[in-house]
């Protein structure tokens, strides 16, 4: 006889409605101002989806309110960029830590490639990368294979877009620096639009959900059934969002949370729990790396309920009292 599986057993009683209430007193943290769109973010928003690997998808809170993707889509240019160069872009990005903020004006040194793909460096690269023979070809391919991930058509936020791409200028400067030190073959000026545009994709923690699931199944996606990318690819990806994607927050988020995942300015959390499920949080204020302080605490608790924590082995809080560590996450 075989006993069921514990996480799933978990994941199909949890509470996903009890856990956003127990996170939505917390305060802490500032809303992003560096496009219009970010600084209105309503700082209630909260939003928590979970896409397990059958395929089902459990919300809480404001699931299909949209919001611009941003940096939850540096894992999935990434995706695309492996894909379409049948993985050469593993030789035109680092995969190393920078223990620097996302935007940060720095090169690999010695090789003037970016640090990793998930810093903004890389992902204007990896954006360069994606299939298309020009910047109108390069959009649709990633806007298609976005879609591919979230198993439902997306769109691009166009003010998002156009004030992405005209307040950018680290932006701009870092594409610059890579044309400079020759790893950037498309303009600066294409490099940011094809960046900027990828980063103004709207979604909601539904979609962001499947994609991150998509990433967690080996690249199928667990909704629609299709093979957006190779198995080898999304173990590559996940690999490197769980040592880079939370920025110089990467460490910490590892051993507190301990799930891959990409953090963004929107305040939108990506999560892949290989084999298991990919998650979304959505709630705008963030902690001083950019990321969002209630999706910190509720990717925290949710990891250690679950018992899903990928070093965690043996380590599932699921029959304690999992007191909400609000105000003090740092030790969560
Ligand atoms: N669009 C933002 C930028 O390029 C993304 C940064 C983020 O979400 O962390 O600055």
């Known amino acids: 006889m075989t006993s069921p599986d514990p996480v799933s057993a978990r994941l199909r009683d949890y509470d996903l409605d009890d856990l956003r209430s127990r996170v939505l007193p917390e305060r802490g943290g500032e809303v992003n101002d560096s496009i219009p769109q970010l600084a209105d973010a309503d700082p209630d928003l909260f939003a928590i989806a979970l896409a397990a690997s059958d395929g089902r998808v459990r919300r809480s809170g404001q699931s299909t309110t949209p919001f611009s993707i941003q940096s939850a889509v540096k894992p999935f240019l990434f995706a695309l960029a492996l894909h379409d160069t049948d993985g050469d872009a593993l030789e035109r990005v680092g995969i190393e ?60 936020d166009e003010e998002v877009a156009r004030d992405e791409h005209a307040l950018g200028d680290r932006n701009h400067a870092l594409a610059h620096l890579m044309r400079a030190e020759g790893t950037l073959e498309v303009t600066a000026d294409d490099a940011v639009e094809v960046y900027a545009r990828a980063c103004a994709v709207r979604v909601d923690v539904e979609a962001l959900a499947v994609m991150g ?65 990919g998650a979304a949080v959505m709630s705008p204020p963030l902690d001083r790396q950019g990321t969002s302080v209630r999706g910190h605490i509720a990717s925290g608790l949710l990891s250690r309920e679950l018992g899903v924590h990928v070093f965690g082995v043996g380590d599932t809080v699921a029959d304690r009292d999992g007191a909400c560590p609000v105000g003090d996450h740092d030790d969560a």
């Open 97 to 156: 830590p920078t223990g620097e903020a996302f935007d940060a004006i720095k090169l690999e040194s010695g090789t003037g490639r970016p640090p990793n793909p998930m810093v903004n460096a890389g992902a204007l690269l990896t954006a360069a990368l994606v299939a298309g023979g020009d910047v109108a070809a390069r959009n649709d391919r990633i806007l298609r294979g976005l879609s591919s991930f979230a198993g439902r058509e997306l769109h691009v």
């Open 213 to 277: 699931a998509t990433l967690a199944c080996g690249g199928r996606n667990p909704v629609t059934g299709e093979q957006v990318v190779s198995a080898s690819v999304a173990r590559d990806v996940v690999a490197v969002m769980a040592t880079c994607g939370v920025y110089d927050g990467s460490g910490r988020w590892m051993r507190s949370v301990g799930i891959p995942a990409k953090s963004s300015v929107s305040g939108a959390i990506v999560l892949s729990v290989p084999g298991v499920l």
